[in-house]
């Protein structure tokens, strides 16, 4: 209730100042609806149509929305990359935990605060992807050309711990060439490492370099050490 009444306070000093850099006509067509703090719609240009931007002149609003956007997927998802290392090495670590109320019930209140990092990385980027979606349409009518790469659509089945991926590789390099092959005729098969881990290389082909750096993260800890600012 706390984090909501912050919430709304803050969305009131927003609609308190919006005219200043907004048309009037924007605050008409922007009724305060009656729904939680969180689900609020601000008013930005992603939050109105191509044709609606074009006639209320929001283009240069508009420029300004998706330099913002871009940069903020790029946060997340390097903060997304953070919550999932660290998860993955406090799973690894929980396993090699000797038995004990105490100890595990600590290391599962580690992982859940983590899963928790994951989930809301993940809503974040997907937001933000579905808001420059939406402000591309027409982009080329002000010349802005948008350079997304190496962004792209985040599914939730990308959103795979490192050791998942790594338990995965293994499993089917035991169990051979021939049975992958045949799963993967199936639809099944050895899961690639998701796109966004694979920015981190210079050669994201390299299955040898990706199978030794994550086996690092892992079992070393270094994701512990990078991520405790998440706390």
């Known amino acids: 209730m706390e984090a909501q009444r912050k919430v709304a306070k803050a969305l009131d000093t927003w609609f308190d100042n919006i005219s200043d850099f907004m048309p009037a006509e924007v605050l008409e067509e922007l009724p305060r609806a009656e729904t939680p703090p969180e689900k609020e719609i601000l008013g930005l240009p992603s939050d109105f149509p191509y044709s609606a931007r074009t006639r209320l002149g929001l283009d240069t609003l508009t420029k300004t929305e998706l330099c913002l956007r871009i940069g903020q997927l790029h946060d997340a998802l390097g903060k997304l990359r953070n919550a999932l290392g660290l998860k993955s090495f406090l799973v690894r670590q929980k396993k090699r935990l000797a038995s004990g109320q105490g100890p595990l019930l600590r290391s599962e209140t580690e992982i859940s605060r983590a899963g928790r990092q994951v989930q809301k990385w993940k809503v974040v980027y997907q937001r933000g992807w579905e808001a420059l979606t939406r402000l591309r349409e027409g982009s080329e009518s002000f010349g802005m050309e948008i350079q997304l790469r190496p ?23 035991e169990r051979g060439e021939i049975a992958e092959v045949e799963a993967r005729e199936k639809g099944g098969g050895r899961r690639e490492l998701p796109w966004f881990w694979k920015t981190q290389f210079e050669n994201g082909e390299d299955t040898g370099m990706l199978l030794t750096t994550v086996q690092t993260w892992t079992e070393d800890g270094e994701w512990y050490i990078f991520t405790v600012s998440l706390y």
Do not use: G, V
Not at 151 to 173: A, G, P, Q
């Open 151 to 173: 962004l792209r659509e985040l599914r939730d089945e990308d959103c795979i711990m490192l050791s998942e991926w790594l338990d995965d590789h293994r499993l089917w390099r």
